[in-house]
């Protein structure tokens, strides 16, 4: 099985079985309520980690969305850092709760990674978009049309794994990279794209329809 299809992340396992060794010491030499204590943040730290599987949507012109979360606005602006050209945008945010392995938007080639060191302010505010340690991964799909989708680091999020490579063929749903302990992700459609979501829904990686394109 490849790591990306592991029911739990990779990435946490140090903070797993760190937690873990602590519970098993406690427990061992006799001090069960010190066990119990460090078992609750172990079985949280298991469950944040968690990865699982996904129907992916079959429509062909549908992008899906790349994290699990409440959408936080829809706007249409001009994308002036890498596309350079007028976007649909929808912003995401991932509270601690939610499962924080993010996936493909829409099938295609990666063309650009461009991480970028920042803040770690909190993900629900607008300036965390341009100030934030953040990671965007441009995808270009078969029809030469430009997909944006940008990693953003939070508050508590200090961690963006990514696991794409310029280049590299993706398909639809397809797990590219995680955040660490609560976050946002942005994607950008082009102009003409059409919008299936609106400012709070709840969206699902890999399943909920967030837009279509053109």
């Known amino acids: 099985m490849h790591k990306k299809h592991f029911p739990v992340a990779l990435e946490g396992m140090p903070f797993i079985l760190s937690l873990t060794v602590l519970v098993l010491m406690f427990a061992f030499f006799g001090f069960p309520r010190a066990a119990?204590?460090?078992?609750?943040?172990?079985?949280?730290t298991v469950w944040f980690f968690r990865n699982p599987e996904r129907k992916v949507p079959e429509d062909e012109k549908a992008v899906i969305s790349p994290a699990d979360g409440r959408v936080l606005k829809v706007e249409d602006l001009v994308?002036?850092?890498i596309l350079g050209e007028p976007v649909r945008k929808i912003s995401i945010f991932m509270n601690v709760f939610n499962v924080h392995v993010n996936r493909m938007p829409f099938?295609?080639?990666?063309?650009k990674i461009r991480y970028t060191p920042g803040k770690f302010l909190s993900a629900n505010l607008d300036k965390a978009s341009r100030l934030n340690e953040r990671n965007a991964v441009l995808l270009e799909?078969?029809?030469g049309l430009k997909i944006l989708t940008t990693q953003i680091a939070g508050l508590?999020?200090?961690?963006?794994?990514?696991?794409?490579e310029e280049g590299m063929s993706v398909k639809r749903g397809e797990r590219f990279g995680m955040i660490r302990f609560g976050s946002r992700l942005e994607v950008f459609?082009?102009?003409?794209?059409?919008?299936?979501?609106?400012?709070?829904?709840?969206?699902?990686?890999?399943?909920?329809?967030?837009?279509y394109l053109p």
Not at 192 to 205: C, F, I, M, S
């Open 189 to 211: 459609m082009p102009p003409d794209a059409r919008v299936a979501v609106e400012k709070g829904d709840a969206v699902r990686a890999g399943e909920t329809i967030i837009g």
């Open 107 to 111: 099938s295609g080639t990666i063309r």
């Open 156 to 164: 508590i999020a200090r961690r963006i794994v990514c696991w794409v």
């Open 79 to 81: 994308e002036d850092e």
């Open 141 to 143: 799909t078969d029809g």
């Open 36 to 44: 119990l204590v460090f078992l609750v943040p172990t079985v949280f």
